[in-house]
Nanobody
Framework: QMQLVASGGGSVQAGGSLRLSCAVL???MAWFRQAPGKEREGVAS????????YYADSVKGRFTISQDNAKNTLYLQMNSLKPEDTAMYYCAAGPQSTSTWARGRCGFNGNEYYSWGQGTQVTVSS
């Protein structure tokens, strides 16, 4: 089980941008977030082999998940940030599975991931 290190969080005003990074390279990689008093939710996932990406409806068109194979780094580019994006963001790594193939993407079930980052805080002010 790997200990992942996520970075890139910070405080920005609404409409701003941040890019999160995480040193990881596995079949399925994802970003999750958890706001105070709320459950953890999947934000974006990437299935490395076909390059299939998936986004939560709340971030579609604003966030982009990508990976640099040469650097073994996962990114989450976050644009047009909103106050409701404020949360601790976690990167996660896991294997592909029969569910991955059936869905055509990596999922947002935390149980599918075996390694997690320590979290990086994103705060968006209005």
């Amino acid at each position: 089980q790997m200990q992942l290190v996520a970075s890139g969080g910070g405080s920005v005003q609404a409409g701003g941008s941040l890019r999160l990074s995480c040193a990881v390279l596995t079949d399925c990689m994802a970003w999750f977030r958890q706001a105070p008093g709320k459950e953890r939710e999947g934000v974006a996932s990437l299935w490395i082999h076909p390059g299939s990406t998936y986004y939560a409806d709340s971030v579609k068109g604003r966030f982009t998940i990508s990976q640099d194979n040469a650097k073994n780094t996962l990114y989450l580019q976050m644009n047009s940030l909103k106050p409701e994006d404020t949360a601790m963001y976690y990167c996660a790594a896991g294997p592909q599975s029969t569910s991955t193939w059936a869905r055509g993407r990596c999922g947002f079930n935390g149980n599918e991931y075996y390694s997690w980052g320590q979290g990086t805080q994103v705060t968006v002010s209005s």
